[in-house]
């Protein structure tokens, strides 16, 4: 059963933490060790735990979570509606341009997405240019590195009205 948005403590309504999926397709367990012209030099670990921490800042649980394989990929779609997913980050990397079934998934769930691509697939090969995932997104980011990911997260939480935090701690202190 999907998670309720909130529950019922004493007489108070308390809202639950919101939680987001990140999902990663195939190959991206690669990420970092090859083909850095294109994907940057971020580990798949990286991007991970940059979007993990800026949860955390903001007390939303990010679960990341990558397969080569397209039922395991639907399969964790599937599951993220009786998980109470509130928001799902996707880079379905080779499936971005094959696969409806995970489209299907995705769109069966009702759960909003941001489909992010590292590299501007616009800008390469004439097949990566249609994704059967663009039109069911919230939107699409494509070809800005690991930083697509952490917009896209800041995207799903200020769509999500969750209260953030600002990045870092840098402090502007005068000097005189
Ligand atoms: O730019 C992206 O993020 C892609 O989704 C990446 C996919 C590609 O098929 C899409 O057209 C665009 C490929 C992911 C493969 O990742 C690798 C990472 C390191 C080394 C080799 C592959």
């Given amino acids: 059963m999907p998670k309720p948005t909130s529950t019922r403590r004493g007489s108070k309504s308390v ?9 990663h397709g195939p190959n991206l367990n ?3 060790s090859r083909e850095p012209q294109h ?3 971020a580990s798949l670990e990286d991007i ?6 800026r949860g955390k800042a903001c007390g939303v649980s990010v679960e990341c979570f990558q397969s080569n394989h397209e039922g395991v ?3 964790r779609v599937q599951q993220a509606r009786h998980d109470g997913v509130d928001f799902i980050l996707i880079n379905p990397a080779g499936y971005t341009h ?4 995970l489209r299907d998934a995705l769109a069966a769930t009702g759960i909003p997405f941001v489909e992010v691509h590292l590299s501007n697939v ?4 004439p097949f990566r240019h249609h994704s059967y995932f663009s039109d069911l997104a919230l939107g699409v980011i494509a070809g800005l590195g690991a930083q697509g990911y952490e917009l896209a997260l800041e995207f799903a939480l200020r769509h999500l009205h969750v209260k953030v935090t600002s990045h870092g701690s840098q402090k502007t202190e005068k000097t005189h």
């Fill in 15 to 23: 809202a639950l933490p919101k939680a987001i999926l990140v999902l």
């Fill in 73 to 75: 990929l639907i399969d």
């Fill in 122 to 125: 616009h800008a390469r090969e």
């Fill in 39 to 41: 994907y940057g030099h």
């Fill in 48 to 53: 991970n735990q940059m979007l993990k921490s």
């Fill in 30 to 32: 690669l990420l970092g």
């Fill in 98 to 101: 094959t696969s409806i079934a």
